[in-house]
């Protein structure tokens, strides 16, 4: 089983700044990895796919990198309605099975 | 525009069963790999399992095989969760998710969810 690790477990930024989350599997997942935003009381939001391309409607300013075990999402300028949870998730094996990372908190 | 709706959720005994619904609507509910996602109060996300096009092919995460069974049926564009002996770990709030594309288990449309509570 793959176990996916976010850090840091909280971020606390102000808008304008720079973010930059990790994500760390216990073992490579290729590229299949994805980035979720999660704001309360409302279900995940996909952010990106295959490691580093973004979903439908996703603005610019969110960008992926990393292949393997090591992964980033970076949020170049934040904006007050970026202020939420981040999970990673990953894909592996076959047959198929998915994982998430415990999440990063973005907050002001 | 893509919806999906989710209901059947409620408070149930422990070793109770519960089946969840989630109605599809806004595109062909045939042409996408559904999953169930669950997320504990204040915790992560958790998947549950996936199936393919026409329910041929189902995949279970390993802690949920054998008590959670997943189906669909494409002509009343609905998926299912039958869930079985219920604990009081089950206690979520239970997602169903569209596949962006074939098999790649990242998720592009969720519904809001249904809340299952375990408790005696």
């Known amino acids: 089983e793959i176990v996916l690790t976010q850090s840091p477990a909280t971020l606390s930024l102000s808008p304008g700044e720079r973010a930059t989350l990790s994500c760390r599997a216990s073992q490579s997942v290729t590229n299949y990895l994805a980035w979720y935003q999660q704001k309360p009381g409302q279900p995940p939001r996909l952010l990106i796919y295959d490691a580093s391309d973004r979903a439908t409607g996703i603005p610019p300013r969110f960008s992926g990198s990393g292949s393997g075990t090591d992964f980033t999402l970076t949020i170049s300028s934040l904006e007050p309605e970026d202020f939420a949870v981040y999970y990673c998730q990953q894909r592996s094996g076959w047959p198929p099975v998915s994982s998430f990372g415990p999440g990063t908190k973005v907050d002001i | ?120």
């Open chain 2, 1 to 120: 525009q893509v919806q999906l709706v989710e209901s059947g959720g409620g408070l149930v005994k422990p070793g109770g069963s519960l089946r969840l619904a989630c109605a599809a609507s806004g595109f062909t509910f045939s042409d996408y790999f559904f999953s169930w996602i669950r997320q504990a109060p204040g915790r992560g996300l958790e998947w549950i399992s996936s199936i393919s096009y026409s329910g041929t092919d189902i995949w279970y995460a390993d802690s949920m095989q054998g008590r959670f069974t997943i189906s669909r049926d494409n002509s009343k564009n609905s998926l299912y969760l039958q869930m079985n002996s219920l604990r009081a770990d089950d206690t979520a709030v239970y997602y169903c998710a569209r596949d962006l594309r074939y098999g790649s288990y990242y998720f592009d449309s969720w519904g809001q969810g249904t809340l299952v509570t375990v408790s005696s």
